[in-house]
């Protein structure tokens, strides 16, 4: 009977094992392509310089995509969302042939980028960005270039996102 209680036991843990690994599998990042429309502004992201972002948002087919990466760090700090959050991707400037081709399948999960926050880099939609790195060397080279800090996503100052801009 004990031999029987752990086998069950055992397939039950397998079982279970089983679903939470199908069911923490998050989404691919999406490439851009020339469909890929701002959230906010719905217009087309490849046709604004500096690094994007996209959320994939539970139960939505297609990412929501940004023109600037201020702007989806803004989304995920207010309240307002259209479903829970599953990832969030955003260009990896460390791998970007430039400011002006940030690249259309260069993402990296934005829990693990490093942010340049309060530089002289404005972004896609004229502003001020906050720029998202792979590599903290590649962070702080730009934070030396371009002025800002260098922080991870869980410390951008709200403020950083949420303020007003005056746009020239």
Known sequence: ???V???SLGLLLVACGGESDTASKLPDPVPMTEDAVSFYCQMNVLEHPGPKAQIHIEGMLAPMF???VRDAV???KSEERPGD??????SDMSKADSWEEPGIENWISADEAMFVVGSNQS??????E???FSSK????????MNGGEVVPLTEIPADAVLGSVTLF
């Open 1 to 3: 009977m004990r031999l």
């Open 5 to 7: 209680t752990l086998l």
């Open 66 to 68: 940004f023109a600037q």
């Open 74 to 76: 803004a989304f995920l």
């Open 85 to 90: 959050v599953l990832v969030t991707y955003v």
């Open 123 to 128: 972004g896609g939609m004229g502003a001020p």
């Open 130 to 132: 906050v720029v998202p």
């Open 137 to 144: 060397a590649s962070a702080t080279a730009f934070a030396q």
